[in-house]
């Protein structure tokens, strides 16, 4: 099917009037939203039609599920695949979906249900690989990698893997971008190779290259946030703002609540002309509120009390960035305190896990025995109470710090590493901490 004959199709009849649904129907609709973004819409469309209906068939939730996957909703599609057809496709999907919402155990054995229900084996092999690659077992993921022969050893898909692998062992860079380059090279739309091309040229300041891959893997879908945050950044280094506004758009078109780009837009909206959607905003601050909120306002049981406690849950949005398999491994935390939980956070228009992808990995400790109570209590403000210019603001966004306390477990070169965050921005922060009597980890 060529381009012209993609942009006359319409995508939400495609996907309401096709009963089947399978890898090529997914291949089908990524290379439609690939060759004209506008077809977002039509998918976005599908999936509300299909929420609207009550007689769904199993089969259909399926085709549901992975609508909302492919839309970058990954805890509704969970939710969703998990009451479908219990197919080889649906449980595929269910993994990709835990994979994104960083619960890679969890991944891996759906990975491996899918595969024994009938998915691809190698496939389900490779991201298999890719879930250890991220839970930090590098070693284990090459060896998965390893094992694999065949025509699946000259997919993109694989070369892609191994070469993230490479680069996650370290030392072995012009091997990684050797696989890369064979993996564009194999299929020249792969989001994946290509970020990881457009990443390692950037690290090595070849920025027109590391710009026009950047450009490549934006039209890629779905695209990883990372290739639309960092071409954003580049565009506004270039003073293209509308550029830049377009990439974090397409960002919040699929997650409507990440602070992180909302911020990113405000900056080039305030610095280009087009004008920051503030009904964004103000949902995004009533949302912010409700998430801050303690769970102690609630009427909950004494049980359920005393194991968030354990937990160290402590707001709403603690319990939004905890799923519920988590919770039930809790010391007697049972279904009934479950149900309990549940329906608070629907009474506020939330879910279990909903903003999973959003825990941040535990941080070193900071010795706080030399500070005095109030210096103490400093240490809880948010670092917007350090009045940061806007490039150093970027940056803690990009490191998800909110807040002093957090950017104090942070060392100046940890800093450094972070894009567009030189060394008169450091400056800027250890004086802002100067002024406080505070200072970075390391200092």
Known sequence: MNEVELDVVDLKELILSNNSFGPNDVAEIRQMIAENYGHFAELRDAVNEMEDDPALTPAGKTKMGVCQFLLGHFAESLQTLRAADGSATALFYCARSLFELKDFDTAIETYEQAQRAGYNEDQCKIFIAE?????????????LLDDIFGPAEQTAEYMYQRAATVAGVGGRRDEAITLYQRAVQTDENHAGALFGLAW??????????????????????????????????IYEDRNEFDKAQMCYKRILDAHPDDERTRLYMKDASANGNMLYDEEMQRRND??????????????????????????GIETIGDLTRTSESELLSSKNFGETSLIEIREMLVSKGLKLGQFAHEKKAPEPP????????????????????????????????????NSIGELLRKTGDELLECKNFGVTSLTEVREKLTDLGLKLRGD
Not at 207 to 226: H, I, M
């Open 131 to 143: 879930s250890h690659r991220y839970s930090g077992r590098i070693e284990k993921a090459m060896l």
């Open 200 to 233: 390692e040229n950037d690290r090595m300041g070849n920025d027109e290259e590391a710009l026009r891959l950047y450009e490549r893997a934006a039209k890629a879908f779905p695209t990883g946030v990372g290739a639309l945050i960092n071409l954003g950044l």
């Open 286 to 311: 009533r949302l912010a509120q409700t998430l801050n909120m303690p769970v102690a306002n609630f009427e909950l049981s004494v049980r359920s009390r005393n194991c968030l406690s354990k937990m």
């Open 366 to 401: 900071v010795d706080t025995s030399h500070l005095s109570p109030d210096e103490q209590a400093m240490l809880e403000r948010p670092i917007s109470d350090l009045n940061l210019s806007v490039r150093a603001r970027k940056c803690m966004a990009r490191l998800q710090l």
